[in-house]
Nanobody, 114 residues
Framework: QVQLVESGGGLVQAGGSLRLSCAAS????????MGWYRQAPGKQRELVVA???????NYANSVKGRFTISRDNAKKTVSLQMNSLQPEDTAVYYC????????WGQGTQVIVSS
């Protein structure tokens, strides 16, 4: 069984920063892609950023220059440093990893007040 445990969400004022972390555990050995998605109220879930095992990164245009993803293959963790947060970044953020199949975390709420 595979588990993804996320942490780091919360409430922050516009312009502030938060750091999200996600740790994979269980029967998961070779993780290809790790990433973060988000879903705002009334909107579809969207890709925020993904990082492949070789370090290739794909950022959504809306977060380029503000968010930074990093991963530790040995620890099976992925982190997301979010700076210059804006109210439009408010959403539930989900960790996703792709191995033999894809797995989702339970989500962590990020609220950015204006």
């Amino acid at each position: 069984q595979v588990q993804l445990v996320e942490s780091g969400g919360g409430l922050v004022q516009a312009g502030g920063s938060l750091r999200l972390s996600c740790a994979a555990s269980g029967s998961i050995f070779y993780i290809n892609v790790m990433g973060w998605y988000r879903q705002a109220p009334g909107k579809q879930r969207e890709l925020v950023v993904a990082i492949s095992r070789d370090g290739t990164i794909n950022y959504a245009n809306s977060v380029k220059g503000r968010f930074t993803i990093s991963r530790d293959n040995a620890k099976k963790t992925v982190s997301l440093q979010m700076n210059s947060l804006q109210p439009e970044d408010t959403a539930v953020y989900y960790c996703r990893v792709e191995a033999m199949r894809s797995y989702w975390g339970q989500g962590t709420q990020v609220i950015v007040s204006s």
